[in-house]
Every structure is written in structure tokens, then in C-alpha cells.
């Protein structure tokens, strides 16, 4: 059985135009630990200024990326666009990193990518 971690926001700024690394995949006061395998990722992209694309990386506690989706239209609406990565998934755990690098700069007011994720638990593992 899957279990979610917490939704991630990254602020893409106007002018931005490199990635911006979110918060470590942690949540406050989490008494568990995730560590298992993510088998999809649900991007959210909002309708930015300038028409451009995204692309959402997973980095591990060190910033050596390990995962990079293809890229990723704008305005994906609430439902967001779904990503399988390949199998058997992207091995997780606690303090990596989710990083979105826009194709341009966003323009005005920037805006904010969210990703949610599911992922299945190390079964020696209790979350």
C-alpha cells in the first residue's frame, strides 16, 4: 500500500531562470522517517507570464540529483500532471530534496510549482 508525503511548494521567482531546491522531504514533528521508493509524483504548475516549461528533480541529502522528469507544461490546473517515474521507482528517503528548474523565467509575479507524492514504504521500516 502507498502512503503520501506531505505536498511540496516551490517558489519560482520572476527572473528566475536556474532550479530552485525546495525543503528537504521532511515534515515538522514527524516522528517517522520516509524511506522507501516514490512511484508517482503529482506536479502542479500554475499559469505563469511568460509561457515556459518545468522540470521537477529529485536530489539526494548530498545534491546529487537522482531523478529528472521530462518537461513539464504550465497551468496544469488543480489536478496537476501525473509522473511515473521508471521502474521500480525513485529510492527515497529522509532529508533529499525536490528541485523544479523552469525553461525561462516565469515572468511577473513568478509563481508557485506544488508536487505531492506517493511512495511505498521499506517494509522494515515504521512511517
Known amino acids: 500500500m502507498s502512503k503520501s508525503i506531505p505536498r511540496i511548494s516551490v517558489t519560482l521567482p520572476n527572473g528566475a531562470a536556474a532550479g530552485v531546491l525546495s525543503n528537504a522531504i521532511t515534515v ?17 504548475t500554475p499559469n505563469f507570464t511568460n509561457a515556459i516549461t518545468v522540470r521537477v528533480a ?20 488543480a489536478a496537476g500532471r501525473a509522473v511515473y517515474p521508471a521502474w521500480p521507482g ?30 511505498v514504504p521499506d517494509a522494515h521500516m515504521r512511517i
Not at 515538522?28 to 502542479?44: P, R
Not at 532529508?95 to 511512495?119: L, Q
Open 58 to 77: 529529485v536530489y539526494d541529502a548530498n545534491g546529487i540529483q537522482k531523478f529528472l522528469s521530462d518537461a513539464l507544461a504550465e497551468n496544469s490546473g
Open 90 to 119: 525513485i529510492p527515497i528517503e529522509s532529508g533529499e530534496y525536490i528541485g523544479v528548474t523552469p525553461s525561462g523565467d516565469p515572468g511577473a509575479g513568478g509563481g508557485i510549482v506544488t508536487v505531492d507524492m506517493e511512495f
Open 28 to 44: 515538522q514533528g514527524n516522528t517517522g522517517v520516509y524511506q522507501g521508493v516514490i512511484i508517482l509524483l503529482k506536479v502542479v
